[in-house]
């Protein structure tokens, strides 16, 4: 069986089902081209008489020559008016010729709303191979997983209806309440703390509390903790430091709190919940103590490593995550999106700074937009196929998509870091254009001016201005937040903006933040209250010198919009005149689309 270029020298698959999984990697990776132009064939083949590609005059053509020469690049905004329709109730074929059977959103906004990307029913089919991967690899290098379990705190969010009656959801809410998640197969290796029904109630308070409780009843059994994002798995222990006591309380009294008032929880729980007096007594010692420094190994103390994504903005988080696991090595298992279900970590036990992800060349068909960091704007527009990548060379990710997607630019920068077999691994480097980002969320600079631009207003009828500005994400706090630098001109000192205005701003900014920002403001509470710094008159000023002495160009220089180099940080916060944080919510509800 060839799969010695993966487990070698690790050792023989788990079982036999991982050996079948593991030969089905190397096979896929060695014959990348022709697994890719199998996949562009079927897709092509498939889709041949949907609108789209007949605007095209492919003439049933399913090469990639005629592919590439005819079908153009496109954006979501390109493609939103077709969406739309879809999303209105046209069921002819438009993009594919499987019927949509749901639009999962996107984090990435437009427009300052979710993207509502078209997905066919055998895409979780695909989704759910890819899934059913990635614990063969992980067994390779992390054995006895069968002997316990993994405490994952996982979710799903609000989903709504498009006008032509489609469900628009999240990718993994999707999933979760498929029946691939929710009937899936008992496996040793992959068994959850976390019942279903925690995990598939809508109230977020609801379901964490109730996965948190499960975990500490079985916190000997845990062997992995987890969460999609890195700031996901912050929230959880947030969540522990918040609500340790009436977590205790449960265990001591074998009653389950009354705030879950879920039925379905409640129900599953009760099979769950026992009165157990040294379990309580363990919690309250541990949890009242102000040092929760190695809190995670404190309480689940055969935890071997922690599974959540730490690449991209997410990196912002693992010295928090190194605090409180004590360096527990942090595990990127996949490499995902709404669009599509791209590839896997093979090598899950390396440092965060190293993971790269090898593309499955099955999933769909990939191209690559050479993409130059020194001049983001120069560049190529030849698209570069899955194998034909170079090795330190940065790419913008293209793809073709079984749902009807064609040459689709996903938005996603990468950096070629290797090969396994024939198909290439990447460094997920960065969200093209993307500014700031907690959890989910995804601001660029366009909506933090407006953000700032409309804020200003409110500073009008006292003769003020906002000289200029710049932001970072702060994640030292849980959940983290936005914080806002702004240098204030005040033309009349007997008049200048009040502590309460400067707190409207910090609405007036939120208000004005996509609606994925503010559902998870709102609904999720995985940011936290934006906030303003008014710095001292000359702070700019300030930043464009010490820039100068580190070599900028005086002609070229501009304030950038968001910092986060500690030095320039540190001149920052030693000018800070005073804080200020929104006070409120901002206004969200789940998106209807017209």
Known sequence: MAVDALCSPLGPPACEKDAKALQFIEEMTRSADAVQARVLAEILSRNSETEYLRRYNLAGATDRETFKSKIPMVTYEDLEPIIQRIANGDRSPILSAHPISEFLTSSGTSAGERKLMPTIREELDRRQLLYSLLMPVM?????GLDKGKGLYFLFVKSETKTPGGLLARPVLTSYYKS???KTRAFD?????????????CPDSFQSMYSQMLCGLYERQQVLRLGAIFASGLLRAIRFLQLNWRELAHDIRTGTLNLKISDSDIRSCMARVLRPDMELADFIESECSKDNWERIITRVWPNTKYLEVIVTGAMAQYIPTLDYYSGGLPKVCTMYASSECYFGLNLNPMCKPSEVSYTIMPNM???EFLPHDPNSPSAGSDKLVDLVDVEVGKEYELVITTYAGLCRYRVGDILRVTGFHNSAPQFHFVRR???????DSDKTDEAELQSAVENASKLLNTFNTTVVEYTSY????TIPGHYVIYWELLVKDPTNSPTKEVLEQCCLAMEESLNSVYRQGRVECNSIGALEIRVVKNGT???LMDYAISRGASINQYKVPRCVNFTPIMELLDSRVLSNHFSQSLPHWTPERRR
């Open 179 to 181: 029946d691939h998640f």
């Open 188 to 200: 040793p290796y992959n068994v959850y703390t976390s019942p279903n029904e925690a995990i598939l």
């Open 432 to 438: 093209k254009n993307v500014l700031l980002s907690i």
């Open 139 to 143: 067994n390779l290098y992390m054995p």
């Open 540 to 542: 700019f000023e300030e």
């Open 364 to 366: 769909a068909y990939f």
């Open 473 to 476: 994400a702060d994640t030292k």
